[in-house]
C-alpha cells in the first residue's frame, strides 16, 4: 500500500545519551522521507554527543563513546537534517512524546529552529496502542509478519515504523489514509499538546492552556493575570527550550493584545473628557 501524501513524511528515530531532553543529548538521528510519488530516500548521522554516553543507554541501543568520538557534532549537522527534512511531516513511534520535542530541543539548543507551525506530526504507537497496545516488535510482527532486526538501530526502528503504519492502514477500514486524519486519530481523546512534550496544549476553545501542575487546565490568560510570576519559574527552570519559546511567544501576545486594549481604552476616555467639556 503507498501512503495517501500531499507531502512527504519523514519517518525519523533517534538514539540518545538518555531521556532528559534537557539534559541528555542526540548521538544518532535516522529520517526515512516518503515522497507523495512514492519515492523513498534516507538520511543516517551519527553525532557526538559531547559528553559520555552512560553504560545503561549503550546497552540498549549499542552505541558507545569511541563509535561517535570522531563524529560531528549536532552543530555542524543542524542545517544538514533541517534541510532534509524539507516541509515534510513528521512521524515516529512515540515520536510526538519524545523524538520531536527531543529534536527540537536540540535544535533550540544550537540555535537552529525547525518550524512546526504548519507540520502534521504522526505518532504511530498512538494508534497502535489504541488499537493493539503492543510494542514496536510486536506492531511489526502483528501488521506486517516480519522480524525486528536490529531493534534499537535508529534506521531499523524508522523503517519499521513505516511499514507499521502501511500495515495498520491496511489492517483498519476505518484508519483514513491522510495525514490530518492520522494527526487527528493521534491525538483524538487527549487536550491538543502544542509544545509536544505536553507542558502546553490547547482546549476546546482553542486558547492556550497549562497542561500540568497546579495551573493544569488554566488558560494562560488567566494564570498571567492571577499569578504573573509563575510563566517566569517556569523560563527560569529546567523545562524544554521550545515549552519555553511557545510560552514567551504566547505571553508576550496576551500582554501586546491588553496594551493595544488599554490603549483604546484611554484615547475612549481622553474623547469622553473632550467633548464633557
Request: net charge negative; with cysteine.
Amino acid at each position: 500500500m503507498n501512503l495517501n501524501l500531499k507531502r512527504p513524511l519523514a519517518f525519523f528515530d533517534l538514539e540518545t545519551t538518555g531521556l532528559d531532553i534537557s539534559a541528555d543529548r542526540i548521538i544518532e538521528i535516522a529520517i526515512h522521507k516518503v515522497m507523495p510519488n512514492g519515492n523513498e530516500d534516507k538520511l543516517v548521522l551519527r553525532i557526538n554527543p559531547e559528553m559520555n554516553i552512560p553504560a545503561d543507554s549503550t546497552a540498549i541501543h549499542g552505541i558507545t563513546d569511541y563509535d561517535v568520538k570522531d563524529a560531528p557534532t549536532f552543530k555542524e549537522e543542524a542545517q544538514n537534517i533541517i534541510t532534509f527534512i524539507g516541509n515534510a511531516d513528521l512521524a515516529g513511534y512515540n515520536s510526538n512524546r519524545f523524538d520531536v520535542p527531543f529534536l527540537l530541543e536540540e535544535l533550540y539548543r544550537n540555535d537552529f529552529e525547525l518550524d512546526m507551525s504548519d507540520r502534521k506530526s504522526i505518532d504511530v504507537q498512538t494508534i497502535f496502542h489504541k488499537m493493539e497496545q503492543r510494542t514496536l516488535e510486536a506492531a511489526l510482527k502483528f501488521y506486517c509478519k516480519k522480524e525486528l532486526k536490529n531493534a534499537h538501530n535508529a534506521h531499523a526502528d524508522a523503517f519499521a515504523t513505516y511499514e507499521v503504519l502501511k500495515g495498520q492502514l491496511e489492517m483498519y477500514e476505518n484508519l483514513e489514509n491522510d495525514v490530518d486524519a492520522l494527526e487527528a486519530f493521534t491525538h483524538q481523546g487527549q487536550n491538543r499538546k502544542i509544545d509536544f512534550v505536553g507542558r502546553l496544549a490547547l482546549n476546546d476553545k482553542g486558547e492556550m492552556i497549562y497542561n500540568f501542575g497546579k495551573n493544569s487546565g488554566k488558560t494562560i490568560a488567566q494564570v498571567l493575570k492571577s499569578e504573573p510570576g509563575y510563566h517566569k519559574w517556569i523560563i527560569d527552570n529546567n523545562f524544554p527550550t521550545y515549552t519555553k519559546k511557545v510560552l514567551e511567544k504566547e505571553v508576550n501576545r496576551i500582554k501586546s493584545t491588553n496594551n493595544q486594549g488599554g490603549s483604546i481604552e484611554n484615547k475612549l476616555d481622553a474623547l469622553k473628557k473632550k467633548f464633557n467639556n
